[in-house]
């Protein structure tokens, strides 16, 4: 079956930076839209970057020259750097695998900006 494992995320300080990391299973990795996801206590969840098989990226507004994703297909991980962290940022992070009609998550990784 499709397994997302996140990892990578943590406390850090306004103006710092995470990595997190998405390793996949299960799946023909090479061929799927890859994302990483957020959601905000009280808010709904909310696409931050998108990433097709053919390397076509989008990003969230918010998030647009702070962070990158990217996508390894022979490790068959996908990793999202967050660079100049702000207190908005904070939220729990998904990984994401859309397959044909069907969208499969990650348990998800905690991310805290704070001072």
């Known amino acids: 079956q499709v397994q997302l494992v996140e990892s990578g995320g943590g406390l850090v300080q306004p103006g710092g930076f995470l990595r997190l990391s998405c390793a996949a299973s299960?799946?023909?990795?090479?061929?799927?839209?890859m994302a990483w996801y957020r959601q905000a206590p009280g808010k709904q969840r909310e696409l931050v970057a998108i990433?097709?098989?053919?390397?076509?990226?989008n990003y969230a507004d918010s998030v647009k020259g702070r962070f990158t994703i990217s996508r390894d297909n022979a490790k068959n991980t996908v990793d999202l750097q967050m660079n100049s962290l702000k207190p908005e940022d904070t939220a729990v992070y998904y990984c994401?695998?859309?397959?044909?009609?069907?969208?499969?998550w990650g348990q998800g990784t905690q991310v805290t900006v704070s001072s």
């Open positions: 299960g799946i023909i990795f090479g061929r799927n839209v």
């Open positions: 994401n695998a859309k397959i044909l009609s069907n969208d499969y």
């Open positions: 990433i097709t098989s053919g390397g076509v990226i």
